[in-house]
């Protein structure tokens, strides 16, 4: 019974483990991020980037671990995103957001002095949920 | 009366200045003709007396959209394991590169930084790569910053080392051996070009693919035989597969000056990247 439903599921299955596969290098490589952990940041957006070939965030807020202040979160190209929902206005300047990510492995200010993020999830002002919000995951910025 | 005759006379001489100032494209062309960039004694790829030039039918038609098939893993956009024996420096580079790897940690993302992915990296970019095969070049655009090759089928030689420009996807020329287009590359710029984790090329390289439509043109196959016999020993061999994709278009991507600003993880791969 159990080979047949593996048989019967073969494909699947490889798919699985493909997708199972840690998508360690994207674009560019994401070996930076600890994608063990995951931040919560709740904060006000100051700027929302809908561009190829990966859309960003900057949100001035509280983080769960590290340092509160500004972060800037990297995403996915906005072509995959859209699956999850997003929209080039989902957010606006001004809005009260709470995003998940998987911080930067080593505590790096950036150039403008924010900290990094590769992003998981969102909560947007409205209650609206994007991506993986339960506070796990793994981002993605393939 | 003469205001009229005078207006009739005015309009004549300036329709005569006109006709006597207008040039033919050719005599345009030759004004310009040191601007337009040129290789003398070969036509143009799209130059309809070339395109028409009697060929014996292609065995096989590239044009559409692919997307490289990553299903049996992410990492399969990569061209090794199995690797070359490795020499000299990418002997050094690529242990460093395997060790970064296996700490998650980031080692030459020259890609990162907006330097051109190039050939074969480019072909196994997570975007699709639009191509479109005429009897004469089969151009390719990666959608990933629409990055541009061109493969001619049209019997030229290579352009003359003494002259050649340098480009990160090289200069390619196909020629057809039976179900099989086989293409060869060289003249690939070096400078921050690797493949896969930081492994570094040489003005050596050179790269074959033997490309093949399988399942009813519904599967791209291209078997990579590369060789720069100042890094590895022998030749570099791996295979990859392309899906056809008809539901979908490449778009507008670019590499822009402050992209990174927003982007946490290309601020932190530029080590081991040349300066």
């Keep these: ?142 | 009366m003469s205001i009229y005759r005078n207006i009739l006379l005015v309009a004549g001489l300036l329709a005569w200045a006109t006709l006597a100032q207008a040039q033919t494209a050719e005599e345009r062309r030759q004004k310009l003709s040191g601007s337009i960039m040129q290789h003398p004694g070969q036509l143009g790829a799209l130059a309809p007396e070339n395109l028409n030039k009697e060929r014996p039918a292609p065995p096989f038609d590239l044009t559409g959209t692919w997307f490289v098939d990553l299903s049996e893993g992410f990492a399969n956009f990569m061209f090794g394991p199995p690797y070359p024996e490795f020499i000299g420096q990418a002997k050094t580079d690529f242990e460093e590169g395997q060790a970064a790897r296996a700490e998650r940690r980031p080692y030459r993302d020259a890609i990162g930084q907006c330097f051109p992915a190039g050939i074969p990296m480019i072909m196994t970019r997570v975007w699709p790569i639009a191509m479109v095969q005429l009897p004469t070049v089969i151009y390719m655009i990666s959608n990933f910053n629409n990055s541009f090759r061109q493969i001619y089928l049209d019997g030229r030689d290579y352009t003359n080392p003494d002259e050649v420009i340098y480009t990160y996807n090289g200069e390619s020329l196909g020629k057809w051996e039976g179900d099989t287009l086989v293409v060869d590359t060289q003249y690939i710029e070096t400078y921050n070009h690797y493949i896969d984790t930081g492994i570094p090329i040489s003005e050596e390289f050179r790269v074959q693919e033997r490309i093949k439509l399988l399942e009813g043109g519904e599967i791209l196959q291209i078997e990579y035989i590369m060789t720069d016999p100042v890094n590895w020993v022998g030749e570099w061999r791996n295979t990859k597969q392309w899906l056809r994709v008809d539901n979908t278009d490449i778009g507008e991507v670019e590499c822009l000056p402050d992209l990174n600003d927003n982007l946490p993880s290309t601020q932190a791969g530029q080590v081991g990247l040349e300066r």
Excluded: C
């Excluded at chain 1, 996915?76 to 990510?101: H, M, Y």
């Design chain 1, 1 to 142: 019974m159990f080979i047949q439903l593996i048989k019967h599921n073969a494909t699947k299955l490889l798919l699985l483990t493909g997708l199972l596969s840690v998508p360690v290098y994207a674009h560019h490589s994401t070996a930076a991020f600890d994608t063990e952990k995951v931040v919560r940041i709740e904060g006000t957006i100051t700027q929302f980037r809908w561009i190829n070939p990966h859309a960003s965030i900057k949100i001035d807020g509280d983080a769960s671990e590290g340092i509160d202040g500004l972060w800037t979160v990297e995403m996915t190209a906005p072509n995959i995103l859209l699956r999850q929902g997003w929209k080039r206005n989902s957010l606006n300047e001004g809005d009260k957001v709470v995003l998940f990510v998987n911080p930067l492995k080593n505590t790096v200010t950036l150039n403008d002095g924010s900290q990094g993020g590769l992003y998981i999830g969102a909560i947007l002002a409205d209650g609206t949920t994007l991506g993986q919000t339960d506070g796990q995951g793994q981002g993605t910025a393939d």
